[in-house]
């Protein structure tokens, strides 16, 4: 059996995820039994309700928990429990983040502090104590959500970018220690995806930088998903930022 | 109008530091201490700088000394995490702090000095792809909004030098790179002062936000 | 140093919005601006935090006083109207004097 861990799986891009893991179950109807989805949520409770309700219907079992980055313990907490129930994971899906925009010199300590718990920290150290978990699958999977921000920049996101572009680095420095341990470890960088965490922005923030992809219109969480459900399937791909960002400037 | 030098122990800030000064530059230092809270210790100076009304031109942040995060992970991942957190901190307390004090000076340049983790491969140097990687999105990300007041924001992504790595490694390196007969070739500190100096020269900088490459080019590519 | 309010406005008008922020090539003119015309919010011009800014050090510049802490609650404050810029430019002199 095999266990599939996406953090954040509640809403946007990470219940976009879950549902194309689901898809794909339901196509090959013996995965299913085979595999268990563990998805976590911060504090959305309705949300992650609607979820269990819904995969059961589905009939899939899912585990849902509640887990918050910016919390050492509740990151521990967590680890144990997935430790205790399966005793392995098979891919660690690392898609909970948070942002806090405006202008980086007027900006208050702690909405950069919050940044760096969530989207850094809490992601480093959450991956950190799920190693073992992750080794004693034998082949795994560890995909990160960055962002297009952490690959090129964006005013208005400095602190976000900066975090982001950590979680790049820390792919790279996760590769260097156990790329020969059959871990494929890479990122993901999404440019703008029609999420609650975009529709929150004034639209001046980011319809220029539609107006500068090729594609000219913003993605959806499915598009995310469906990368990240290819870089499920172990090969040669490794360390690697995919943007998914509509051809950005390009 | 002088320059600062935030953490000057490496090699490279060392030699910049000679030579703009021998080249009659006033330059000034300001040491963070390892591991401990420099946030505070930044935002202190640029407040009272800003009191007396002096102003820096070039505001160097040094990067290559003191740290491995692929040593520092591997050693313990706990005590790496709290350093990173302290690090990258004090790096955006440090552009932000640097360019509000550059835009009241009507403009000037902030340096970041980082060494690239890609040598790692072969030479013994200093793996830090995690802050190399979140200082770079800090700096195309401010560059975009400080641009405005004549702030312009870069970093020297630098092979070590020479110096910094022991013969034997430069020599292995040098064997196990034989690619097409190409050899590797490690460049002095002073001519990567020497280049340094000439960007602090410019009288007119025409590019921030920038990652400007300093080596010769065998291993760079995973930025 | 003493400057009246209008000679605040003048200067926030056509050095700052007009001539900095090039907001002429907008379409704005000088008679668009009062002290009540709102500077961050959608209602009136709209600016973003990065805009503010330029205004902020730009009163620093021309009225010499210290630099201003300058944060996201004061930016709120301080830049919601016109009217509320000039009566911060106004308590500094008096500090400032
Ligand atoms: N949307 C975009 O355009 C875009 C672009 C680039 C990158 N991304 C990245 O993609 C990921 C997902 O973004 P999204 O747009 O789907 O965001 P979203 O709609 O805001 O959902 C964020 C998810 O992360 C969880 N979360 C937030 N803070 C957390 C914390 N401290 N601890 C644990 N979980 C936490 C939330 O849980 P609750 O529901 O309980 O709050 C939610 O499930 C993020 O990492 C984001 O940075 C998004």
């Not at chain 1, 920049?153 to 982001?164: D, F, I, L, N």
């Not at chain 2, 405005?148 to 870069?154: H, I």
């Not at chain 2, 960007?199 to 490459?213: D, E, F, M, S």
Request: proline share 3%.
């Amino acid at each position: 059996m095999k266990t599939i861990i996406v953090t954040g799986g509640t809403r946007g891009i990470g219940r976009a995820i879950v549902d194309m893991l689901v898809a794909k179950f339901k196509q090959n109807v013996p995965a299913v039994a085979q595999t268990r989805l563990v998805v976590t949520y911060r504090s959305g409770v309705a949300q992650a309700d609607a979820l269990a309700a819904e995969l059961k219907d589905l009939g899939i079992d899912a585990d849902i928990q509640q887990m918050d980055l910016a919390d050492l313990s509740s990151v521990t907490a967590f680890v144990q429990h997935v430790t205790q129930t399966y005793g392995k994971a098979d891919a660690l899906i690392n898609n909970a983040g948070m942002t806090n925009d405006g202008s980086f010199l007027a900006m208050a300590d702690a909405d950069v502090a919050s940044l760096i718990h969530t989207n850094l920290n809490g992601t480093i150290a959450l991956t950190e104590q799920m190693v073992p978990l992750l080794q004693q699958a034998g082949c795994s999977s560890v995909i990160f959500m960055a962002s297009a921000a952490g690959v090129y920049g964006k005013e208005g996101q400095v602190p976000y970018a900066t975090t982001k572009g950590g979680i790049i680095g820390y792919s790279q420095l996760l590769a260097r220690r156990y790329g020969r341990q059959r871990m494929y470890i890479n990122a993901v960088a999404p440019g703008f995806i029609a999420t609650d965490m975009v529709t929150a922005l004034d639209p001046a923030m980011f319809e220029h930088t539609l107006n500068n992809a090729s594609i000219g219109s913003m993605g959806t969480p499915a598009d995310v998903a469906n990368v990240v459900h290819s870089l499920l399937t172990p090969g040669y791909i490794q360390a690697t930022t995919i943007k998914v960002d509509g051809g950005h400037l390009r | 109008m002088s320059d600062l030098f935030i953490n000057s122990n490496g090699i490279i800030p060392q030699s910049l530091l000679e030579r703009l000064q021998a080249a009659g530059r006033e330059c000034h230092v300001l040491e963070l201490p390892e591991h401990t809270d420099g946030a505070a210790i930044v935002r202190q100076h640029f407040e009272q700088l800003s009191n007396e009304g002096r102003y820096y031109h070039n505001i160097y942040l040094d990067l290559t000394g003191g740290f491995n995060e692929l040593a520092e992970f591997t050693a313990d991942a706990v005590t790496a995490m709290q350093r990173l957190e302290l690090r990258l901190t004090e790096v955006l307390k440090a552009l932000k702090y640097g360019s509000q004090h550059l835009a009241r000076a009507d403009g000037g340049r902030i340096w970041v000095l980082c060494y690239d983790h890609s040598v790692n491969y072969s030479v013994a140097s200093p793996s830090n792809p995690i802050t190399n990687n979140a200082v770079i999105a800090a700096v195309q990300s401010i560059a975009k909004e400080v641009a405005r007041f004549d702030v312009s924001v870069n970093v020297f992504l630098i092979h070590p030098p020479k110096e910094s790595v022991t013969n034997d490694s430069w020599k292995q390196a040098k064997q196990s790179l034989k690619v097409y007969g190409m050899k590797y070739k490690p460049q002095p500190v002073q001519h990567i002062a020497e280049l340094l100096q000439m960007y602090a020269g410019l009288k007119n900088l025409t590019t921030t936000g920038g990652i400007i490459p300093v080596g010769s080019g065998i291993a760079a590519g995973n930025i | 140093m003493n400057f009246s309010r209008n000679e605040i406005l003048d200067f926030v008008v056509n050095s700052i919005f007009l001539d900095r922020l090039e907001l002429a090539d907008d379409g704005y003119s000088a008679e668009d601006f009062s002290e009540e015309t709102l500077i961050l919010s959608e209602q009136g011009l709209g600016l973003d935090s990065v805009d503010v800014l330029d205004l902020l050090v730009g009163i620093e510049k021309k009225y010499q006083f210290k630099p201003i802490e300058i944060d996201s609650t004061f930016i709120d404050e301080v830049c919601a109207s016109i009217g509320s810029v000039i009566d911060m430019v106004q308590s500094r002199m008096k500090i400032a004097a």
